[in-house]
């Protein structure tokens, strides 16, 4: 079987990416069984794919004689007995000299190492961990220890890496889409309700897990892959009632997506868990369609419509171009629309500007409104590039990035909705030195 090493120097969250590694499957496979195992070694699995898990630092010794020692064991660990080697470095401390000593040993061992960043919980961090690039590596994947964001990144790469299974992601390119939402929201009348009109669906592949369904649809003219969860069909299931459980799989689904639908009722209105699972598909960078589902149930009066969409607004701030539809699952109102919307919102999430349209549109936007001056200081701003992550982030070089403030972040930000489109996807906007 597979094994995936993390090694790195002490607290970089080498135990924190590990244990979350391991409750992803025993919260759903072990929690009642009060099953005992190794603290620094485990059972995964991601998207049916199991492997093991060792974390090498879990013999820590923290004191300064037996460090270098420590670390090189630990190194030595990983490459005799890992497949994968997942790297772990850590934004806050930035790069020491032991880091490029253990990332030269990696190197060598000719072991495929996943370079990766914790402690990525901001924009501003996201840019610093650019620093990492002087270790003369490709790309490397961004973890959040505050949301545990980017897992799903890291993880899709390193399984499809593995050796030794022949697991391919059988929808590969293809738009994949997650619809979320309280219990009773309407879900699976909407999942149904694609299924039904036309027949035409390809494949439902289960994992080997039991908690994830993939559903290949061909509708409308369009090819898209509807992340489900095996619960939301089979409500019976006692486990199905508990929050922890949908929660996990809610998660589980949105890191797995492009694009997430997310459904609110009608009758009850934006709430706290309907702002959490936003937050969530936000925080983790994927395309947003709110669907306010049975509409048909409300009586509307002239501004109906409009203050219910105004109410959602005010409640998600800021983030102003998201699309609220407001539809039937049950009458299959308007479900054209969403699917149009989703495939939208998927083709600007990973629309590429080319430098020098990006150049050309925005050079005269801040030559009309410059970010104000401060202490008699102008902020000029030079050039701009869009990097190739997978949601568009941009970085913006000027001579005082310091002095570039939020609202003004903010107008940068609008400025490329507008002259580019990026509907309802989360937008990185850096200002950075030359
Ligand atoms: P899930 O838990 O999110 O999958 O929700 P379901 O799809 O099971 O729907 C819960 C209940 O709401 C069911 O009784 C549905 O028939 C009903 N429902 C779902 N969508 C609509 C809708 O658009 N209009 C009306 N009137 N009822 C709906």
Known sequence: ???????GRPNVGKSTLFNRLLERREAIVDSTAGVTRDRHYGKSDWNGVEFTVIDTGGYEVNTEDVFQEEISKQVQLAIDEATSIIFMLNVEEGLTDTDYEIYEKLRRSNKPVYITVNKVDSAKEELAATEFYQLGIE??????SATGSGTGELLDKIVKDFPTTDYKDPFEGLPKITIAGRPNVGKSTLTNALLDVERNIVTDVAGTTRDSIQ????????????????GMRRKSKVNED???YSVMRSIRSIEYSDVVIIMVDATLGWESQDMNIFGLAQKNRKGIVI????????????NTTRDFEAAIRHKIGQFSDIPILFVSALTKQRILKAVEMAMQVYEDRKKKIKTSKLNEVMRPVFEATPPPAIKGKYIKIKYCVQLPTPSPQFVFFCNLPQYVKEPYKRFTENQLRKHFGFTGVPIEVYFRQK
């Open 291 to 302: 669907l306010v589902n049975k509409w048909d149930l409300v009586e509307k009066e002239t």
């Open 215 to 230: 559903t290949l649809y061909n509708k409308f003219g369009h090819e898209f892959v509807l992340v489900d969860t095996a």
């Open 139 to 144: 790309e490397y994947f961004t973890l959040s």
């Open 1 to 7: 079987s597979n094994i995936v090493a993390i090694v």
């Open 242 to 244: 508990l929050e922890f």
